[in-house]
T-cell receptor, first 111, second 116 residues
Framework: SQQGEEDPQALSIQEGENATMNCSYK?????LQWYRQNSGRGLVHLIL?????REKHSGRLRVTLDTSKKSSSLLITASRAADTASYFC???????????FGQGTELSVKP | GAGVSQTPSNKVTEKGKYVELRCDPI?????LYWYRQSLGQGPEFLIY????????DSGLPNDRFFAVRPEGSVSTLKIQRTERGDSAVYLC??????????????FGAGSRLTVL
């Protein structure tokens, strides 16, 4: 079962622009994570935000979390062609352990 | 090893056959996860282990699917009587122990299963 709903499903931007992806989820969480996937194979962890945090930064990434709306957003600033990939949010519940992934946003950054 | 290793990387089999997919996690990672992913979809949770025991197997679709981790390291996902609908990329991930309760996953490259 999928917990997260992400939008947009696909996003195409020019290099240098910012990219924003959104994730909504259904149940209470311990934390929310964002992963990136190239070429339909292994995923790579990008950033984690805990349920008691509202915003977190890592390099060109900014993540926000609104637990009252059960939603999160990932902002990639000054995008590069190399940022082209699929991005997934994943939630870990309060019981711990299991991460449930959303359907993903496919980002294309054109040089 | 340096990363999560999955074998085989590709497996083509015929409907009705038995398949085993192997995952070798990062040394010291106590949690091990199996997901499957179809084209254009997000990873679908199957099962996760803490040590040798299955902590949550609620994602296994039916009793044709089974996974083991007998010594708390390598895991094998076993699929009996394969069906065409089992075709997907099977992803394995592992996570170190974390006292704060957050599991950050390191994924393998996946095993692509094609059932003809």
């Amino acid at each position: 079962s999928q917990q997260g709903e992400e939008d947009p499903q696909a996003l195409s931007i020019q290099e240098g622009e910012n990219a924003t992806m959104n994730c909504s989820y259904k149940t209470s969480i311990n934390n929310l994570q964002w992963y990136r996937q190239n070429s339909g194979r292994g995923l790579v962890h990008l950033i984690l935000i805990r349920s008691n945090e509202r915003e977190k930064h890592s390099g060109r990434l900014r993540v926000t979390l609104d637990t009252s709306k059960k939603s999160s957003s990932l902002l990639i600033t000054a995008s590069r062609a190399a940022d082209t990939a699929s991005y997934f949010c994943a939630t870990e519940g309060n019981q711990g352990g299991k991460l449930i992934f959303g359907q993903g946003t496919e980002l294309s950054v054109k040089p | 090893g340096a990363g999560v290793s999955q074998t085989p990387s590709n497996k083509v089999t015929e409907k009705g056959k038995y398949v085993e997919l192997r995952c070798d996690p990062i040394s010291g990672h106590t949690a091990l996860y199996w997901y499957r992913q179809s084209l254009g979809q997000g990873p679908e949770f199957l099962i996760y282990f803490q040590g040798t025991g299955a902590a949550d197997d609620s994602g296994l679709p039916n009793d044709r699917f089974f996974a083991v981790r007998p010594e708390g390291s390598v895991s094998t996902l076993k699929i009996q009587r394969t069906e065409r609908g089992d075709s997907a990329v099977y992803l394995c991930a592992s996570s170190p122990p974390d006292s704060s309760g957050a599991n950050v996953l390191t994924f393998g490259a996946g095993s692509r299963l094609t059932v003809l």
